[in-house]
Every structure is written in C-alpha cells, then in structure tokens.
C-alpha cells in the first residue's frame, strides 16, 4: 500500500502532497521535512531506497523536483520506482514538459491525474490515455509555453 | 441595491484565483506568514459570498494552503457546500479539499452522507468516481455502514471505470465496517475474473490487503489466483498475487510445492526486474516454509542466488540494494549458499551508497565461520580507518562487535585476537558506543577464564594511556572503556605484572575529569589493587613497599573525597579512613593484608541474564507496591490536604489483587524506571555485573584450555591485531599437522582404506585456543522470549479476522436504505456483466447468491476438499470427483493447467510457459503446440523485449475507447 506521495523541490518546500492515510496536519509539516532531509542528502549514486521509521521510501528525482512515494512492506520498492517514472510520464503527457510551475499553478490538475492512478493506497491505473480521459474532458490540453493561461472549458451538462 | 449587485461582481473579477495565491506567496518570501494571513482573511471573506463559484474558487485556494501546513479544518462546512454543488468542475473542487482535509475527528462529515449516495448513483461516472475518490480519503465508520450497500452494487457497475473504484474502496469500507466484509466479499471474489484488467487488478489489489493480515481465511482462493498467476501478464497483478502466495505458503506448506515450478519458471523467463525479485522473494518464503522434501530444492535456492547475484553486480545501485537485501533472507535458512559469495559481498563494503554497505553489513553477521571470521573482521577493520561518517563507522563498529560475539562467541577461536581488537577499537574518534565496546571486555574476561592474564596486561596498557582516550572531549562514550578497565584491572589484580605501576596509573589527578560513574569504579578497584599489592609485599617481606603504597593511597585519595559526584565522595570517603586505619596498624608493623585482602574474597561467576527471575520472591514482598502512599500531585494540597490519608485507606485494598496484574507491574515498573531516570539523585544502575559470593561446586568441572604460551603476553604499546592472525594461522597450521598426523596413524591402522579422502579444513577442525564458560541461559517459566509480543488489541485489522466460507446469515446483510428498493442490488446496471460471463464461464452462475443457501454446508465441505485435491499433487489427477457444477470446475481447470505444466517443464525445461502469453488457452494440447511455437515464441519474447524498453505506456494504441478499460494489458514498465 502507499502511504503517501509527495512531489519537493529541491529547496525542500512541497509541491505537493498527498496522503493516502489520515496524517495529523501538524505532522504533515514534520514528517515532509523529515522525509525531503533524507532524500535531499543522497547523491546520484545512491540508491533510491530508504527506510525510514516503519516504512520505506522510494523517490526519484527530475531535475529540480523530486518525488518521494512511502510504502509500506507490501509493495516492491522496484515496481513503485518505476510507477513513479510512470506518473511523471503522464505529467509530461498533460503539461508537455512538466515544470514546478505547472505542479504549483495546477494542483487541483495534479490531484485529478494522481487521483486516477492511486486509489486507496492501490495503484489502479497505468495506462496513460484513460488517466487522463477525464482531465481531458473537463479541460483541454495544456499548451507548451502557456503555463499562465488555461483554458477554461467547463463540462456541458 | 442593483448598483450594489453590479459592483459586488465587478470585485469578485478581482478575487485572487490559485494561481495569483501562488505568485503573491513566491513574490512575498519575507513575509511569507503575514501574507498568507491576509489571504486566508479573503477567503473567509469569499466563503460568505452566495457565489458558488466564488466559494469553490476560495476551496481551491484553501486546499493548496493545506499543503504548505495550514489547518483548514474550519472551514469543513464550506467545503461540504462546494462538494454539493451541481457543476462537475466545482464538486471535483470540494471533493478534493474534503480528501484532504477531512478525518474521522471531523464532525461535520454525517452531513456528507446523503450528498455522497446521491453523487454515487449519479448518471456521470465521473460524479460517481469524484465521490468515491473522495471517499476513500474520508470514510468514517458511519459512512461505511451506511454506504457500504451502495458502493456494494457499484462493483457491479458497467462501467469499469467505476467498478474499479468501488472494489478498492470497498477495502476501507471493509477497514471501517468489518460486518460487511461477509455479505460482500462473494461478489469481490467474482471482481476476480471481471473481463476488465483493472477491475480485476482491483480486486486482486484488496484481496491481497485482506489476506496478508489473516492469510488463513483466504487460503480456499489459492486455486483461484494460482489460475491468474499463471494466466495474468500483467506485471502489477502478478506481484500482487506472488506476494500473497508468500502469505500463504507458511499455513499450507502443500501450496509452496505446486508454486516452486511456476515461479522458477517466471523467474527465468521474466525481463521485468520487479516482477523477478518478487519471484525470488517468494520462492524463498516457500523454501523457508518447506522444511524438506523438495527434490530440486537446492537447485531453486541455487538459482535465487544466481539471480540475486547478478542483480548485485549490476551497476545499478537499486538493484544491489535489493539483491542485498533479498540475499539476506536467504541467508537465514541456506547460509552455506550465500557464503560462496563473499567475495562479492565483500566488494559491496566499498560501494559509494551508504545504505547498500549497511546491507552487506548486515549479510556478513551471518556469513561468518569460524574459518573467516579473523579475515573479514580485519576487512571490517580497514573499513573502520577509512569510513568517513561517524554513524556508518558506529555502525561497523557495532557490527564487529555482533559477528564476533553472537551466539557465545561461537566463532571465535582466539580470544586474544578479540580482545586486540577491542582495544583497536578504543582508537576510534568520537564514537557513541564506547559502552558497547567495555561490556565486551568484561563480559570476555569474565567468562573466559584463560584470557585473564592476557585481558589484565592490554587493560593495564589502556589506564596507562588513558589520557588519550579521555583527553579531547570529556563526554566522548570512548571513556567509558575505561570503567571496564579499570574493573577488569582491579578484579583480577592478581594477574597484573606491575601492579604498583597500574595503582599510579589509577590514582592520577586526571581520573577526576572522568564521569562519575567510572571515577566510582575506579575507587572500588584501586582498592582491590592496593589489596593485592599489600599482599604481595608481606609476603615478600618488604613492609617499606606496603606502607609506600599505603602512602600513595593516602596522598591521592583526597581528590576522590572532593569530589562533585555523590557515588565517588562516598566510596572514596569510607576508604580514606580504611586506609588511614591501615596505616597505622602498618606502623605498629601489624599484619594487615590477609584482613584487606578478604574484603573482595571470593570467585565472580557469570549469571544469566535474566537468572534474577529464577530467585523466588519471598512471601508478602511487593517491591512494586508502596511504601508511602505518595503524595498526588494532580490535587492541590492546599485544598484538601486531609483527603490523602483518607484515600490511601481506601486505595490500599485495591493494591492486593493487582500484584497479579503483570501489564500494571510493567506499566509501573516503567514509570519507576522513567522517574530514576528523571531524579539526579537517585544513583543509577551501573552495568557492571552483579557480584555473586557463592559456592558454586560446578564451575571446576568445566574444561579450561590452557593458552598455550606463544604470544609474548607482556604487550609493551598497544596491541596489534594482526600480529595474533598470523599467530592463529600458525596454530591452527600446527594443529591441522596434528591431525593429519593422527590421521594417517589412524589410516595405517585401518589398513588404508580411503586414502582418496583428502583432509579438508571444515568448520569444525578448527579448535578454539580459549574456550567460553558459557552460561546456559536457563529461561524461567515466566519469561519466555516469546512473551512480549503478543498482539495488539488495537490492530484494526483483527476485525477483518472473519471465516468467509460459512453461510451468510439474512441477519448479515448489508443494511438498505428503506425509502429505496432494495432490488437495487439486483438492478439490471449489475445484471449486464454476469449475462456477459455467463456466456463465457457457466460455472458463473453459482456465485448467486440466493441458490447458495440450501446447499451452502455441502459445499463448504467440498471446499475444503477441494484445496486438499488441488494441493495433493499426485501426477495423474483423478477425473473430477463429482460432476458437480459449482466451484470444483475453477480448481479442476486449475488441476488440468497444472499437470499439462508439470508435464511441458518435464519435457523442454527451458521452453516455459512463463513468457508465452495466453497459453493456458490452448493448454489442452500444449506438447504438440509447443514445438510449432518454438520460434514463434522466440520471436515474440525478442519483440517483448524491444518494445518493453519504450517508455510506459508507449505501447497502448491511441485512439481505444477510454472509459471501457480494453482488456489488453499494460506490462510493468522495464528498466531498458
């Protein structure tokens, strides 16, 4: 199961956040720096995995970004780490070139991708065209370059 | 009042939306705090407008600030409205910050309940996924029971969008509300074989949540998943279901033989690294599962390492890490195995990623034999020089210490090696565990009788050099060697070659900058020196060399004396004036050594270390009960300063039958513990051992080598480990020659019989030059190792803990609103996909619910019949019992797959089924296919290969149907 899943950038301030188990909103703050320290001090030669209090975490790092998904025993640390690269493709896929901006302008986007992809702790869906099947519907599909203007097209009902 | 309207819209256009939120944060980094106060001001502000659009736009806001840490808790009745709005894009809004914001503490979350039903069964699928992702985020008890029926008849949805969603949501439900895991899990079970992949990915997903906590309810469905398994080819599942055979295979050890064929299987044919630690993992939960009796036993454990191997020396560090890691589960039971790579693991000590020398750490604790242990303790010791951090080098420090002394010193050989080593190891700069490293040296020179002399000489040298342990900081843990030293310095004072040198070395000015704890040890034993000394000097006659002594003692025990630390002052007090007294019988030349000498008579055995509990208690002692009732601290005294002594008459009954109460002793125990700790006056345990003066008749008889005295034992500086491996390789090459000798006398006797047997240092050959007293470790009734943890009341999936085979009583069922039909559970949104099955697998038909009931019993009978059949493994599989037309046909198909494999596997080994997609499709005659497909297959593995290293997802055609999840699968992404 995942625990949850968080998106840093490399100053250590979260992108963003979510958790698939009830967290105390005062530990939220607690646990992320705790969490972005260790992963911040690892080195490119430095596995990806880290065990941290009673579950392990798994993170990846784009360029400035990095993102770290905690687990708990139940899943491979190897499936997860390529489920990462999975959800980033689909980042990519929607904003054409995913940047911090685009994570911070768009959270609500971000959630509905993650949404479809995570449920419950489980990873229910890979298959990039039916993630963003119903992003698409309600909104259009980023332009390259047009971070600061989205398109607004509401669903007619 | 139109103006007004006109005016109040016109601001609204002004309203920040997320995105200005997230500018103005960024262009205001100094005052962060205050600008974000003045935000959440606005959106208080918003939130009162009429505006739905306003207030979804103030949510939205309010969800990213959520992120960065703020509570919004207040605003959860806000949130609530936005959730009901009727516009998609608003709901998805409030959806969103309820997911996050919302918990079983929120009390505003019963008002959800109806919102929730509606959105559940709205005509839009995304209305009714919105609210089950929510959902899952947010669901109460409440919410469970009172959904649980709905979200029930969604798995049956024919959207498989929505099915999925509500099978896994459906695991939370079962979480929050077990009562409903009976009446819904036939239809989870069904969700197994839904003609969607995700949806049967879902329910996988849940029932491998569920089984892993009470794997024993769940073992009937083995047939079931052992069908997907071998059918799936999807990555995701298939390490789903092999981690749940993992779970599975401890309760039945019958399942872990039909499983080793397929995963060896897909454990060669597999190019996805995941899915092959999955299966390597798993085969080495069932190897561990299985006792004996598996023919190619050793070969799977073989191939495991093989592959684990291979993953280690990639140059991949995630694949190493794993590869470590899974190696040291297969350490635990078939360490001959792992031992042939250590030169491997060896390597891994110098790898750049911290965490992947831990783990080649961890695998030499178990890799050592009595044969390596001196080489990769001295390659551990290389490592300790050159480590940079101080934890990865308090790490490896802790980590010799464990391989050398775990089990009784088992693998040592040469003690005076170790105890070299320890002192090497006192060198280390700021290490944390300079009390590890003295609980060594005590407990060696303690039980290791021979030793003594040896441990008495290095302990010596190091309260010579002293100041250089103690020296650069004060609090630095290293000095704590020190208080081993000195106690091993003063307890076998007999053995010490110059004792008047180390009594200097003892009482030096310096000692006072040393904690308190080891000042107070060093007091105790400079006496017990200073005795033996006195001894030794009236024996010898020289009573000018006794009373210089007694002088030395005289002159530098006052610095003891002044002393801040309470322990030390005492001790070093009493014996001034002993010493004091002593010198004036010295004077009247009065014999006085025999008399001092018997303050520390008497021999130090080892005691287990829980022997304490093995004294019993004597009658009508309480050591947990009070003594004074203490004084509360919760009631002011000022107030009722009379109710103390009242309650402590009526409290005093209650204390009685609460002895009893072992969890209340701990608790209290605990507590008493955490006050000592707290009280800085209370004089704390120190860990030296408990002294015992008893006879004890049965310590003689235990065998005590004697060193033999090659090793110079007056050691001049610090000792040098190496110099004793070379020693040690001396000595074992002398006794091998001994042994051979015997040997070939032995052989000549025998009249040469095998002389093809050549002598093989083994493990065993190699006698220890100092052996250990070992204590065995008798355990009291009451302290089993395995008492402590037991489990926990609290876990909330003991409620899942439920037997899923018995009939469902009408009394289970899932509670139906009652202004609605309660044929909804029946309406046709659910009939569609079992028509669609019927058509395909008959057998379908059975999980009706309502049919089940009369023959329920029989066939929970046959069940477990069923598994027996499917587990026994005889080769021709008996035509099925019965024509029975229910659930035997999924075993029995499970059976025909299973044989028709054992039989492929048996013919071409290397030609497995695990690569070939779709296979069991035309299992009925695979031998003939097969030969045909050979190439075919070959090719299509190649294609595999090259079109697993595009990037996930490239692969899935563009223009499919979304929402109806075509059934092709997505294979894991595969690391190129």
Sequence with gaps: MIKFFLIV??????????????????????????????????????????????????????????????????????????????????LDEYFSRVSELDKMFNLDKVHIILDEMVLNGCIVETNRERILAPLLILYVRKLKGSIFQTTWIYRKC | MALKMVKGSIDRMFDKNLQDLVRGIRNHKEDEAKYISQCIDEIKQELKQDNI?????????????????????????????????????????????????????????????????????????????VALTGLSCFVTPDLARDLANDIMTLMSHTKPYIRKKAVLIMYKVFLKYPESLRPAFPRLKEKLEDPDPGVQSAAVNVICELARRNPKNYLSLAPLFFKLMTSSTNNWVLIKIIKLFGALTPLEPRLGKKLIEPLTNLIHSTSAMSLLYECVNTVIAVLISLSSGMPNHSA??????QKLRILIEDSDQNLKYLGLLAMSKILKTHPKSVQSHKDLILQCLDDKDESIRLRALDLLYGMVSKKNLMEIVKKLMTHVDKAEGTTYRDELLTKIIDICSQSNYQYITNFEWYISILVELTRLE????????????????????????????????????????????????????????????????????????????????????????????????????????LQQKEQAGEAEGAQAATQLMVDRLPQF??????????????????????????????????????????????????????????????????????????????????????????????????????????????????????????????????????????????????????????????????????????????????????????KEKKGRRRHSSLPTESDEDIAPAQRVDIVTEEMPENALPSDEDDKDPNDPYRALDIDLDKPLADSEKLPVQKHR????????????????????????????????????????????????????????????????????????????????????????????????????????????????????????????????????????????????????????PVRA
């Design chain 1, 9 to 90: 950038n490399k100053q250590g301030q979260t992108r963003f956040s979510k958790y698939y188990e009830h967290v105390d909103i005062n530990k939220h703050t607690l646990l992320e720096t705790e969490v972005v320290k260790r992963c911040l001090s690892r080195s490119n030669e430095q596995c990806s995995f880290i065990e941290y209090k009673d579950f392990k975490l798994i993170h990846r790092q784009y360029a400035a970004l990095f993102i770290v998904v905690g687990v708990d025993d139940t899943e491979t640390e190897m499936a997860i780490y390529e489920f990462i690269h999975n959800s980033v493709d689909v």
């Design chain 2, 53 to 129: 659009a306003v207030k979804a736009n103030a949510v939205c806001k309010l969800t990213y600030l959520q992120m960065l840490g703020y509570d919004i808790s207040w605003a959860a009745f806000n949130i609530i409205e936005v959730m009901s709005a009727s516009k998609f894009t608003f709901k998805r809004i409030g959806y969103l910050a309820a997911s996050q914001s919302f918990h079983e503490g929120t009390d505003v979350i019963m008002l959800t309940t109806n919102q929730i039903r509606k959105d559940l069964s709205s005509p839009s699928q995304y209305d009714t996924g």
């Design chain 2, 300 to 305: 799977s454990i073989q191939l495991c390492v």
């Design chain 2, 430 to 533: 700021g290490t944390r565990h300079g009390h590890l490293i003295a609980a060594q040296m005590l407990d060696v020179a303690i039980r290791v009788k021979a030793i003594r002399k040896f441990a008495v000489s290095q302990m010596s040298a190091l309260l010579d050099s002293a100041h250089l342990l103690a020296s650069s900081t004060q609090r630095n843990g290293i000095c704590e060697v020190l208080y081993a030293a000195a106690w091993i310095c003063g307890e076998f004072s007999e053995h010490l070659q110059e004792p008047h040198h180390t009594l200097e070395a003892m009482l030096r000015p310096k000692v006072t900058t040393l904690p308190g704890h080891i000042q107070a040890v060093y007091v105790q034993n400079v006496v017990k020196l200073y005795a033996n000394i």
């Design chain 2, 561 to 746: 004396v002044q002393s801040a630390d309470l322990e030390v002052q005492e001790r070093a007090s009493c014996i001034l004036q002993l010493v004091k007294h002593i010198q004036k019988l010295q004077a009247k030349d009065v014999p006085v050594a025999e008399e001092v000498s018997a303050l520390f008579a008497g021999e130090l055995n080892p005691v287990a270390p829980k022997a304490q509990k093995k004294v019993p208690v004597p009658e009508g002692l309480d050591l947990d009960a009070w003594i004074n009732e203490p004084l509360s601290d919760s009631e002011s005294e000022d107030e009722r300063p009379r109710a103390v002594f009242h309650e402590e008459e009526q409290r005093r009954p209650k204390h009685r039958p609460s002895e009893a109460d072992e969890e209340e002793l701990a608790r209290r125990r605990e507590a008493r513990k955490q006050e000592q700790a707290n009280n800085p006056f209370y004089i704390k345990s120190s860990p030296s051992p408990q002294k015992r003066y008893q006879d004890t008749p049965g310590v003689e008889h235990i065998p005590v080598v004697q060193i033999d005295l090659s090793v110079p034992l007056k050691v001049p500086g610090l000792p040098m480990s190496d110099q004793y491996v070379k020693l040690e390789e001396e000595r074992r090459h002398r006794q091998k020659l001994e042994k051979d000798k015997r040997r070939k006398k032995r």
């Design chain 2, 821 to 972: 039909n309660a044929e909804t559970s029946k309406s046709p949104e659910k009939d569609v996909p079992v028509v669609e099955k019927k058509s395909k697998k008959p057998k379908k038909k059975e999980k009706k619910h309502k049919e089940k009931e009369r023959n329920q019993e029989k066939r929970e009978k046959k069940k477990a019949e069923d598994l027996d059949f499917w587990l026994s493994t005889t080769p021709p599989p008996a035509p099925v019992p019965a024509p029975a037309p229910s659930t035997e046909e999924l075993s029995v198909n499970a059976i025909t797959t299973l044989k028709d494999e054992c039989e492929d596997a048996k013919t071409e080994a290397q030609d497995e089924e695990g690569n070939a997609e779709g296979q069991d499709q035309d299992k009925k005659s695979p031998k003939q296919k097969k030969k045909k497909h050979k190439k075919e297959k070959e090719e299509r593995t190649k294609g595999k290969k090259k079109s697993k290293k595009q990037r996930l997802g490239g692969e899935e055609a563009a223009g499919e149907p979304v929402q109806n999840g075509a059934p092709e699968e997505e294979p894991l």
